[in-house]
């Protein structure tokens, strides 16, 4: 046996205490110091202890006779609540019937009393405590974070159903904190991988250190922890321990030599006896409500869920449902608003939006529903739907004679991170026969910023492929230049709040002139969104040369309307609204 292994915990279930104890000795001949037996009497005793979760055994003998039907049933049961450890059927003699019986309700193995040697019973437990720890290392890896070596979100989410059963029950409170590490992203790109790696170690072991041995810490996202409070006596006692782990942050963590200010956001939601309605995706979604509302509140605080935030969570959870009945009927609409050149020379792209066509509201642009598309994961899902209808449309517009058309996409974060989307892509493109040239991707700069280095592949397969890359709203986010550079962008499309601003003082046209001047110096491609009137128009012409997009010439078109509008487009034409728009 690996000396390098703790003492096995085995625990026998049989009402014959001198089987135990001859068990005890048999060990005690064969590997002394190995295991650890402890001995119940009885079902009844076990499932107490199974009930008030005391038991927690490497290997379960349990006596399963052909004389006791119970045993068959406790042993699957045991087998069921313990899931990590190996449980060993006994029986006084070898019988065909309760081996095979055993080994179905899920034992490893099976002992006859009557024929087992001293060698064969350690044999038997040596064999079931590897499988122990076999299945330990899978549950574990399953379980754990392999970084922070905290819970993870799976077994967060076991956790709290048994605290919320449990809280039923006793009529304490569970508590829940969500919380978020403010700027990580920073600490990052600035500090390196490594060291944010050992900056999530320090806060994972400072926030362990910060609560109860029965609480459980989690890691359930990239710079994002949970802690689940059990047996709260005063609602008040949650936020206590808040305050307590915020105060993580009045000193410098020092990782490998470098000294980093810690900051955090907490989102707390409450369990009580009395809720009839709360589960634990309730606790979650309640606790994450109230940390968007920290971020919201300046950062570095805590903010509880309260009946305020409960309609806007009953709401979030409706569209929930109503989204992923959306994707269900095929009832998400790609429309395309056209580009037209600056120089007149006609309409040169057309860029991708996605609309919600919803029973009861109408058509709903992405800024109603897209955050909680992102919420619930679905983006890289929608992501490829909008790019396999902005391809095939394009496509189609070519085979009219539109061939030097272009098709702008948008793409967010979770699509660029998904590893093989630049494959995915650009087999799309190959299918319908488009260009790579064709197509733009436009990326936010808030998406650029937070961009992880599996999104860095992907960007850089498609620019390799051809495919072109813009970066939206531009100048509205942080370092916009370096994309520049950095990226070798194509082109940068005018935040609309610049354009629309260009009537309302110096500081907006300053903006405007100072991305065009620069885009000219770099050759890279503008466009000024969101031109409404001609007041906009004029400005830009005199500021610099740009394409242009906006109400003025055309809002979004669903996608068999726009054919006849690009293709009727004159060039040279004074811009004029092509159809009656919102506000004009």
Same mark, same amino acid.
């Given at each position: 046996?690996?000396?390098t292994?703790?003492?096995c915990?085995v625990?026998?279930?049989?009402?014959?205490?001198?089987?135990?104890l001859l068990f005890?000795?048999?060990?005690?001949?064969?590997?002394?110091?190995?295991?650890? @037996?402890a001995?119940?009497? /009885?079902?009844?005793?076990?499932?107490?202890?199974?009930?008030a979760?005391?038991?927690?055994?490497?290997?379960l003998?349990?006596?399963?006779?052909?004389? /006791?039907a119970a045993g068959l049933?406790?042993?699957?049961?045991?087998?069921q609540?313990?899931?990590?450890?190996s449980?060993?059927?006994?029986?006084?003699r070898?019988?065909?019937?309760v081996? $095979?019986?055993?080994?179905q309700a899920?034992?490893?193995?099976?002992i006859?009393?009557d024929e087992?040697?001293?060698?064969h019973?350690?044999h038997?437990?040596?064999?079931?405590?590897a499988?122990?720890?076999?299945?330990?290392?899978?549950?574990? $890896? %399953?379980?754990f974070?392999?970084?922070?070596?905290?819970?993870?979100?799976?077994l967060?989410?076991?956790r709290?159903?048994h605290?919320l059963?449990?809280?039923?029950r006793?009529?304490?409170?569970?508590?829940?904190?969500m919380i978020?590490l403010?700027d990580f992203?920073?600490v990052?790109?600035?500090?390196?991988?490594?060291?944010?790696?050992?900056?999530?170690?320090a806060?994972?072991?400072?926030?362990?250190?910060s609560?109860?041995?029965s609480?459980?810490?989690?890691?359930?996202?990239g710079?994002?922890?949970?802690?689940?409070?059990?047996?709260?006596?005063?609602?008040e006692?949650?936020?206590?321990?808040?305050t307590?782990?915020?105060? #993580?942050?009045?000193n410098?963590?020092?990782v490998?030599g470098?000294?980093?200010?810690?900051?955090?956001?907490?989102?707390i939601?409450?369990?009580?006896?009395?809720?009839?309605r709360?589960s634990?995706?309730?606790?979650?979604k309640?606790a994450?409500?109230a @940390?968007?509302?920290?971020?919201?509140?300046?950062?570095?605080?805590?903010?509880?869920f309260?009946e305020?935030?409960?309609q806007?969570?009953?709401?979030?959870i409706?569209l929930d449902?109503?989204?992923?009945?959306?994707?269900?009927?095929?009832? &998400?609409?790609?429309?395309?608003?056209?580009?037209?050149?600056?120089?007149?020379?006609?309409?040169? +792209?057309?860029?991708? #939006?996605?609309?919600?066509?919803h029973?009861?509201?109408?058509? &709903?642009?992405?800024? %109603?529903?897209?955050?909680?598309l992102?919420?619930?994961?679905?983006?890289?899902?929608?992501?490829e739907f909008v790019?396999?209808?902005?391809v095939?449309r394009?496509?189609? #517009?070519?085979?009219?004679?539109l061939?030097?058309l272009?098709?702008?996409v948008?793409?967010?974060?979770?699509? &660029?991170?998904t590893?093989g989307?630049?494959?995915?892509?650009?087999?799309?493109?190959?299918?319908h026969?488009?260009?790579?040239?064709?197509?733009?991707?436009? #990326?936010t700069?808030?998406?650029?910023?937070?961009r %992880?280095?599996?999104?860095?592949?992907e960007?850089?397969?498609?620019?390799?492929?051809?495919v072109?890359v813009?970066i939206d709203d531009?100048?509205?986010?942080?370092g916009?230049?370096?994309?520049l550079?950095e990226?070798?962008v194509?082109?940068?499309?005018?935040?609309?709040?610049?354009?629309?601003g260009?009537?309302?003082?110096? +500081?907006n046209r300053?903006?405007?002139?100072?991305?065009?001047?620069l885009?000219?110096?770099?050759?890279?491609g503008?466009?000024?969104e969101?031109v409404?009137?001609?007041?906009?128009?004029?400005?830009?012409?005199?500021?610099?040369r740009?394409?242009?997009?906006?109400?003025?010439f055309?809002?979004?078109?669903?996608?068999?309307?726009?054919?006849?509008?690009?293709g009727?487009?004159?060039?040279?034409?004074?811009?004029?609204?092509?159809r009656? %728009?919102?506000?004009?």
């Open positions: 046996m690996d000396n292994h703790a003492a915990q625990l026998v279930v049989d009402d014959n205490l001198g089987d135990y005890e000795h048999y060990l005690e001949a064969e590997a002394p110091g190995h295991y650890e @037996l001995h119940v009497s /009885s079902y009844a005793e076990l499932e107490q202890r199974l009930r979760g005391a038991l927690c055994p490497d290997v003998l349990i006596d399963c006779d052909s004389g /006791s049933g406790y042993l699957g049961d045991a087998v609540r313990l899931p990590t450890a449980v060993v059927g006994l029986a006084e070898l019988d065909g019937v081996a $095979r019986q055993c080994l899920g034992a490893v193995d099976l006859a009393k087992t040697t001293p060698a019973f350690a038997v437990l040596a064999y079931a405590a499988n122990h720890r076999r299945i330990q290392a899978l549950f574990d $890896r %399953a379980h974070d392999t970084l922070t070596g905290l819970a993870n979100r799976n967060l989410n076991d709290i159903d605290a059963e449990r809280s039923k006793s009529g304490e409170y569970v508590a829940l904190l978020d403010d992203k920073q990052n790109d600035g500090l390196g991988h490594d060291i944010g790696d050992g900056y999530l170690r806060v994972a072991g400072a926030i362990r250190a609560v109860r041995e609480d459980t810490v989690a890691r359930i996202g710079d994002e922890f949970a802690v689940l409070l059990e047996g709260l006596r005063q609602a006692s949650a936020m206590q321990i808040a307590k782990i915020l105060g #993580l942050t009045a410098r963590m020092e490998d470098k000294r980093i200010q810690p900051s955090m956001s907490i989102g939601s409450l369990f009580a006896s009395t809720n009839t709360f634990a995706q309730w606790l979650l309640a994450d409500t @940390l968007y509302r920290a971020k919201g509140r300046g950062k570095n605080c805590y903010h509880v309260t305020e935030l409960d806007e969570l009953v709401h979030n409706g449902r109503q989204l992923r009945e959306a994707l269900a009927r095929d009832q &998400l609409r790609v429309h395309y608003q056209p580009i037209v050149a600056g120089d007149r020379r006609g309409v040169v +792209a057309v860029e991708a #939006l996605l609309r919600w066509a029973p009861k509201q109408g058509l &709903l642009e992405p800024r %109603a529903f897209l955050p909680a992102e919420k619930l994961g679905l983006m890289p899902e929608v992501g790019v396999h209808e902005a095939e394009l496509a189609s #517009l070519r085979a009219q004679g061939r030097e272009s098709m702008h948008n793409v967010s974060a979770a699509q &660029l991170a590893p989307f630049a494959a995915f892509v650009v087999g799309v493109l190959a299918e026969g488009v260009p790579a040239s064709h197509l733009c991707i436009e #990326l700069e808030a998406v650029l910023f937070e %992880a280095a599996s999104a860095e592949r960007l850089r397969a498609l620019r390799k492929e051809g072109k813009a531009f100048g509205t986010g942080f916009s230049y370096s994309y550079k990226l070798a194509d082109e940068v499309k005018i935040d609309g709040s610049y354009v629309r260009l009537g309302e003082g110096r +500081a300053a903006i405007v002139r100072s991305i065009l001047t885009a000219r110096e770099l050759d890279v503008v466009t000024a969101g409404e009137n001609l007041e906009q128009y004029r400005q830009l012409g005199e500021l610099g740009a394409d242009l997009q906006g109400f003025l055309y809002p979004a078109l669903p996608g068999d309307e726009i054919a006849p509008v690009v009727a487009y004159v060039p040279g034409a004074p811009p004029i609204p092509r009656p %728009a919102p506000g004009l």
